[in-house]
């Protein structure tokens, strides 16, 4: 993403219905859309995580956020976690960029395993978690999501490497000018 996304970004990001059950508040202005943008930018110019825009480039819309932060290359791990703008919710694009953030996390971090946590209280981020291709759940982990003074139990899932196949995922095709 680039600053040019900020008001698209903010659009999306200030309605609270978005965030409830992730670990970051609504959007109070274009500024915080703009702060996500540069700190995104630097943590990727440092290695620490990929936070990219989900685009559908025929309507010049952004539609959501995805990316892999925690970042452990010792352990070829990392973090991911998606969000779509409500208007954009249930139109597909949820899977189309789960398959461009795996095929990227092991083609081009070269991760063995890719983890996502998902509140128990977030029944639709379940649904769609267990209907990704080869996705493993792994257990509940009690009060691993701290809100708000509150710990919220969360459901681990993984993909791994050793078992992604791409013929069951959209296709992805990855423009290597843009991740160098
Ligand atoms: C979670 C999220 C990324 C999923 O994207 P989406 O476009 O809504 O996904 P889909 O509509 O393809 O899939 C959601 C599934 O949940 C089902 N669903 C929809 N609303 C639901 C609800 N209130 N309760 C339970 N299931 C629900 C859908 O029917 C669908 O399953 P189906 O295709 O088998 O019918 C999106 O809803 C979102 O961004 N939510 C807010 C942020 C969030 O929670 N992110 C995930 C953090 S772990």
């Not at 274009?30 to 559908?56: C, K, M, N, T």
């Not at 973090?79 to 694009?93: K, L, N, R, S």
């Not at 949820?94 to 983890?115: D, G, I, M, P, Y």
């Amino acid at each position: 993403m680039t600053p040019r996304a900020a008001h698209q970004l903010f659009a999306l990001a200030r309605d609270p219905a978005v965030s409830e059950h992730l670990q970051w508040k609504a959007h109070e202005s274009v500024d915080d859309s703009l702060e996500y943008i540069h700190d995104a930018r630097a943590l990727w110019q440092r290695g620490r995580a990929w936070l990219p825009g989900i685009f559908d480039h025929a309507r010049e819309q952004l539609v959501g956020c995805t990316g892999i932060s925690s970042i452990d290359r010792a352990n070829r791990r990392a973090e991911a976690g998606t969000w779509i703008g409500v208007p954009f919710q249930g139109h597909g694009y949820n899977l189309e960029s789960k398959a461009a953030l795996a095929t990227f996390a092991f083609e081009h971090l070269e991760l063995a395993r890719v983890e996502f946590l998902t509140r128990c209280d977030n029944p639709r981020s379940l649904a769609a978690m267990r209907k990704l291709p080869g996705i493993r759940e792994e257990g509940m982990l009690a009060e691993r999501i701290w809100r708000d003074g509150v710990g919220h139990d969360a459901v681990q899932f993984a993909l791994l490497a050793s078992e992604f196949d791409p013929a069951t995922w959209p296709a992805v095709t990855v423009d290597r000018a843009s991740v160098s």
